[in-house]
């Protein structure tokens, strides 16, 4: 069971270069989500999903943007990448809101 | 706004006693879910245990229990018969499409 598959691993990035964090999973889940994790702190939503088509903000969305064209995929870009943005990604999803979440193993992304 | 704090850092427990690991909320709502992920070294986030406010009943995984108090707006975690592969980042998380996370709570077991 491959579950939610995120790419890449480990990214390093320059100031002002964009990129794209992948997220899949084949569950056949309707909510997605990607959240970021900086050092020594807990998980803050960047943005979620409850269907295909349809994106919502969370609570750190500013710099990032979201799609969902299929109900698999859901990739965050990251535009003119800051410092501020150095952090570890995950994404994440579920059946339905309150049933916990699947999540994926992470991208740790460092912008110099 | 919702909110979910952690109030202890750290905690260590002895191998094979049992140790309660705090979370407080905050919201205006009646009915929710609350949640314990565990995240170790491997950074891997896994769901320890799932609460349903509506629910009286504490829920139970195995050696993993909760204390669920709506009133008190307190949701602790009881982890028994503590076993060295528990040592982890423990997070407390609530809420519905916008789940809130705390700051997480470091366990070490010692043997």
């Known amino acids: 069971n491959a579950g939610v598959t995120q790419t890449p691993k480990f990214r390093i990035l320059k100031i002002g270069q964009s990129m794209t964090l992948q997220c899949t999973q084949d569950m056949n889940h309707n909510y997605m989500y990607w959240y970021r994790q900086d050092p020594g702190m807990g998980l803050k939503l960047i943005y979620y999903s409850v269907g295909a088509g349809i994106t919502d903000k969370g609570e750190v969305p500013n710099g990032y943007n979201v799609s969902r064209s299929t109900t698999e995929d859901f990739p965050l870009r990251l535009e003119l990448a800051a410092p501020s943005q150095t952090s570890v990604y995950f994404c994440a999803s579920s059946p339905a809101d309150n049933y916990g979440y699947t999540f994926g193993s992470g991208t740790r992304l460092t912008v110099v | 706004a919702q909110t979910v704090t952690q109030s202890q850092p750290e905690m260590s427990v002895q191998e094979a006693e049992t140790v309660t690991l705090s979370c407080t909320y905050d919201?205006?709502?009646?009915?929710?879910?609350l949640f314990w992920y565990k995240q170790p070294p491997s950074r891997q986030m896994i769901l320890v245990i799932r609460q349903e406010a509506y629910k009286q009943q504490n829920a139970t995984e195995n050696r993993f229990s909760v204390n669920f108090q709506k009133a008190a707006k307190s949701f602790s975690l009881k982890i028994s018969d503590s076993q060295l592969g528990d040592a982890a980042m423990y997070f407390c998380?609530?809420?519905?499409?916008?789940?809130?996370f705390g700051a997480g709570t470091r366990l070490t077991v010692k043997p």
């Open positions: 998380a609530f809420g519905n499409n916008d789940m809130r």
């Open positions: 919201t205006s709502e009646s009915d929710y879910y």
